[in-house]
């Protein structure tokens, strides 16, 4: 019980200090129920797997500035594919566009081994031809999605045996968050990828040496954050209905949340947990500023401060980390 403590200590204080921040918002709004955590992992899901795309790729020593942009063109693409046609249309689209994400994702890890450019100026690059190439696919906000895409999300999962008072709190876009993650993660800690992904952040040289493919594993690393990347796009459409060109707050959101679940901008340390809950801390307190009646303008401001401190402080650590 000790080493687990030890081990999984930072995940352990995120886990502590999200039940605090619940405790807080009951304390500031009595009603708070079943219904607004439903709420909270719907506005969660699309933020998540940007963290989750990002994560992947920073513990491979990496850092992938076109997150949001990858999941507006996805989005779009969902959306537009899915408008004015049959449910089970739908059934060929989701995949479609999964494999689209997993493509895109590969070519940007492609060409930063290939032309061994810095992956912040190649992706920062593929940024602005996603964003463009969203703007083609629809140039608003349109589009549709299938009414049983829209259902996964909505509502709670009924648990036979359980009482309805316990099942209330178990949202399905909770529920579809865990289980998309555990398809790609498990099978990566199963065949042993993982510690390729974590050898070559933490020191590609050695890697090397030791027999790992460094750049068959640096494009596995962003073709599996362009997969979590087209999950985030489609959780967009899935919880508006429509698809828009224009990159939300994703990015940032997605750094930080890294960041702060405990894993290092340098690459090589850190798991998908802890970011996970880290977001969901940050969506909680935006909800916990708007139950304040704090000014959006304001709650704008006061979220950027902290997205930023984060990140400066991830920043700092991963160089303190470099020198030493």
């Known amino acids: 019980m000790t080493r687990f403590i030890t081990r999984n200590g930072w995940v352990l204080g995120l ?30 899901l699309p933020f998540a797997f940007a963290v989750a795309a990002q994560t992947i790729v920073v513990i491979a020593g990496g850092i992938d500035l076109s997150i949001a942009s ?33 493509l895109l994702g590969a070519l940007n890890g492609l060409l930063i081994v290939v032309t061994r450019v810095p992956d912040i100026v190649v992706t920062l690059a593929m940024l602005f031809v996603f964003q463009g190439a969203a703007l083609l696919v629809l140039e608003a906000p349109g589009g549709a999605a299938a009414d049983w895409l829209k259902a996964l999300i909505t509502g ?7 009482p309805e008072a316990i099942t209330a709190w178990v949202p399905k876009a909770l529920v579809l968050l865990v289980i998309c993650l555990a398809l790609v993660w498990i099978p990566l800690r199963l065949s042993g990828l993982d510690l390729s992904l974590y050898a070559i952040g933490s020191n590609p040289l050695a890697a090397f040496r030791s ?3 460094v750049a068959r594993t640096k494009i596995l690393s962003y073709a599996l954050g362009g997969l979590f990347g087209a999950m985030g796009g489609l959780s967009l459409t899935m919880s508006t ?7 939300g707050p994703y990015l940032l ?3 930080a949340a890294v960041v702060l679940g405990g894993v290092a901008l340098g690459g090589g340390r850190g798991g998908i947990i802890g970011p996970i809950v880290a977001v969901i801390i940050l969506r909680l307190v935006r909800t916990d500023l708007t139950l304040l009646a704090v000014d959006p303008n304001v709650t704008a401001i006061i979220e950027g401060t902290i997205m930023v401190i984060v990140v400066m402080f991830g920043a700092y650590i991963a160089l303190r980390g470099r020198s030493s």
């Open 15 to 44: 886990l502590a200090l999200l039940a605090l921040l619940f405790v807080f918002t009951k304390a500031i709004q009595p009603f708070y129920g079943a219904g607004d955590f439903g709420s909270l992992a719907r506005a969660v």
């Open 70 to 102: 990858m999941m507006a063109l996805t989005s779009v693409t969902a959306a537009s594919m899915m408008n004015g046609a049959s449910e089970e249309f739908a059934l060929l689209v989701v995949p479609f566009v999964l494999v689209m994400g997993l």
């Open 156 to 162: 709670t999962v009924q648990l036979p045996g359980l």
């Open 211 to 213: 027999g790992v493919p």
């Open 241 to 247: 209905g429509i698809g828009a060109p224009i990159p």
């Open 253 to 255: 959101a997605s750094v």
